[in-house]
């Protein structure tokens, strides 16, 4: 490999760090964290979800207002602010004295972070159309950030905790800072613009199924993600295993982009979508299988390998299904209802969690919203050849 693709694929790894700061450090790493501060503060299930909801919420607002703020001050600065300002956030949870100033302080990272986030994709997308068949690996490198914050968090909590829940948010900013300054360091790899690709469909496809398939995706996943480490916990499973749970889920993440990068490169109907959410909906039920090691492995194992595949898979049916012409706003709609899904959820199933008094309705009500996903995405037409 010559030194320019290789410094691409080295700044695609490094923009990838803005995912550690705004999903693994902003978003994932509060599971780790429910069980003490609902403890401490005497907060219900519904609380708990209306938190991550809130963050969920704050996303939506960021990846709304990312475009218009990219026109006006440029990608870059956007990407480095919202990576900044998550960090920051993230250190000011430790603040919350009560649900109001949570749920503020919650939803302010997600805004940021969709910022760093939504910015550091199209900044990836260009190294990337630069790379020719590398390009699927740069992507495959961004995407991998993420379970790099996962894995992370699941190192640094448990220790973090034993000074108390705050510290422990403040440790995850400090976390996030290094991280984002590593992630601004990407932007310094320039690339010449490129010219709008151009393929898609014949005859545009309707998405609906898909978009509905999202949705199911988006109340799904975020539910597991919130509740599955005080499911454990309540079931009876020591600290240590829990915390090699949630780093083998991190791990599974991280090397999972490149096989799935290359399964959806060439996708042209709903069926990798609808593997990718069977998958996330099989890991999310193992759980309830019990606390043995086989179900737990394969649990962390499966749906950390497959729920940011379903991210991609929408990306990949929109490039085969739309024309180039309607990608940004097709994206759009996706984030849209993603956002939507993503506040819902864990309200929904915090709530049947407070209903039944049993975090096992949780995770079952997960894996079966996401199994629904499933049977819409196999509904999706197929694209005709373009």
């Known amino acids: 490999m010559n030194e320019s693709p290789r410094k691409a694929l080295v700044a695609a790894a490094l923009l990838g760090l803005a995912g550690a700061v705004a999903l693994g450090f902003a978003r994932f790493a509060y599971?780790?964290?429910?069980p003490a501060m609902q403890a401490d503060l005497d907060l219900s299930y519904a609380a708990i979800g209306g938190l991550n909801g809130a963050n969920a919420a704050g996303y939506l607002l960021g990846a709304l207002s990312a475009g218009p703020l990219a026109?006006?001050?440029?990608?870059?600065?956007?990407?480095?602010?919202?990576?900044?300002?998550?960090?920051?956030?993230?250190?000011?949870?430790?603040l919350g004295g009560g649900l109001a100033s949570l749920l503020l302080l919650r939803l302010l990272p997600g805004v940021t972070g969709a910022w760093c986030f939504v910015a550091g994709g199209v900044l990836t997308a260009r190294?990337?159309?630069?790379?020719?068949?590398?390009?699927?690996?740069?992507?495959?490198?961004?995407?991998?950030?993420?379970?790099?914050?996962?894995?992370?968090?699941?190192?640094?909590?448990?220790?973090l905790l034993s000074f108390g829940w705050r510290t422990a948010w403040v440790g995850l900013g400090l976390l996030a800072l290094v991280a984002a300054c590593g992630a601004a360091l990407g932007?310094?790899?320039?690339?010449?613009?490129?010219?709008?690709?151009?393929?898609?469909?014949?005859?545009?496809?309707?998405?609906?199924?898909?978009?509905?398939?999202?949705?199911?995706?988006?109340?799904?996943?975020?539910?597991?993600?919130?509740?599955?480490?005080?499911a454990l916990r309540r079931s009876g499973l020591s600290a240590d295993m829990t915390t090699g749970f949630w780093?083998?889920?991190?791990?599974?993440?991280?090397?999972?982009?490149?096989?799935?990068?290359?399964?959806?490169?060439?996708?042209?109907?709903?069926?990798?979508?609808?593997?990718?959410?069977?998958?996330?909906?099989?890991?999310?039920?193992?759980?309830?299988?019990?606390?043995?090691?086989?179900?737990?492995?394969?649990?962390?194992?499966?749906?950390?390998?497959?729920?940011?595949?379903?991210?991609?898979?929408?990306?990949?049916?929109?490039?085969?299904m739309r024309p180039a012409e309607d990608w940004p706003r097709w994206v759009s709609h996706f984030t849209v209802v993603f956002g939507v899904g993503q506040v819902v959820g864990p309200v929904l199933t915090g709530t049947l969690g407070d209903i039944f008094g049993s975090t096992d309705v949780v995770l079952a009500t997960s894996a079966a919203i996401l199994g629904i996903g499933v049977l819409l995405a196999l509904c999706q037409p197929s694209a005709e050849a373009g």
Request: with cysteine; proline share 5%.
């Open 71 to 94: 026109n006006r001050f440029g990608l870059t600065r956007v990407f480095i602010a919202g990576a900044l300002g998550t960090a920051a956030t993230v250190a000011l949870t430790a």
């Open 31 to 34: 599971a780790l964290l429910v």
């Open 187 to 230: 932007t310094r790899t320039k690339v010449e613009a490129q010219a709008p690709a151009k393929g898609g469909a014949q005859r545009p496809v309707s998405l609906s199924f898909s978009l509905a398939a999202y949705a199911c995706f988006a109340m799904g996943y975020i539910g597991y993600m919130t509740f599955i480490i005080a």
């Open 247 to 320: 780093c083998l889920l991190g791990i599974a993440t991280m090397l999972a982009a490149w096989p799935w990068a290359k399964a959806l490169q060439n996708s042209r109907n709903g069926r990798p979508l609808a593997a990718a959410l069977a998958l996330t909906s099989l890991g999310a039920a193992l759980p309830l299988a019990g606390l043995s090691p086989v179900p737990l492995v394969a649990s962390a194992i499966l749906f950390g390998g497959s729920f940011l595949a379903v991210v991609a898979a929408t990306t990949a049916i929109v490039r085969a």
């Open 127 to 159: 190294l990337a159309a630069g790379l020719g068949a590398k390009g699927g690996l740069a992507i495959g490198l961004f995407y991998a950030g993420p379970g790099v914050g996962i894995l992370l968090g699941g190192l640094a909590i448990p220790e």
